[in-house]
């Protein structure tokens, strides 16, 4: 099992990702878990929060997440305990999942590290706290952007994963969108050459991804002249 680490020893900055529980589960739902692995293996991070309050529920199908060699558990600082709880009450009464998602920001503000987090008042929370975030379909598309996956893996990764878990992304996993996802890595990649191809890390941590992925989204959706 993955030791809890010790808050001395956290790395800090953009060649960091930190997980909320639910791209951790989908990934590892469709079989994927390997993927995280292999793109961001020594070392990403996600709350104590999430592996105890919200992964731990289910031990044997998140036991592979649980004990991952690579996923370390950051406990919440002390110096953020007012936040968490500000955020906890924004959020209201709801699940344990609020707890996560708000160590999650809180992490990710204090450590300098990108968001993984789907959850769209997380999402509001985290930008008014000047948190990157990014989808899992952003997630996708720059690792298709990569190289590190074929646009069509990165495509049915994403329909594998809004299927299973109940289309909960703002892409849709229907076909008539796929032509939009390829177009999206593209930009992406074109963005990865023009910054002289950094890590997946680094290249989630450039603003404004996620916002021209919802552009591209709402001129998709917008009827043709």
Known sequence: ????????????GDDYVCFDAGPLI??????????????FSPVA??????????????????????????????????????????????????PPENQGEAEVIAACKRHGWTAVLEDEDGRSAARDEGVTRV???????AAAAQGKLTPTQAWKGHVAIEKKRGRFSPLKPDDGYKP???S?????????????KPSLAKLLAISGLDDLLLRRIEEFKMPRR
């Open 1 to 12: 099992m993955t030791p809890v680490v010790d808050l001395a020893v956290v790395q800090s």
């Open 26 to 39: 989908s990934f590892n739902d469709t079989g994927r878990l390997g993927w995280l692995e292999e793109w």
């Open 45 to 94: 991070y996600t709350p104590q929060a999430v592996i105890e309050l919200e992964l731990k529920k289910r031990p044997k199908q998140n036991g592979t997440v649980v004990s991952a060699s690579w996923l370390y558990w950051v406990p919440s600082h002390i110096d953020d305990a007012a936040l968490v709880a500000r955020l906890v009450r924004q959020f209201g009464p709801g």
């Open 135 to 141: 989808y899992v379909a952003t997630l996708l598309a």
């Open 180 to 182: 939009l996802f390829f």
């Open 184 to 196: 999206y890595a593209r930009l992406v990649r074109k963005l990865h050459l023009r910054r002289g």
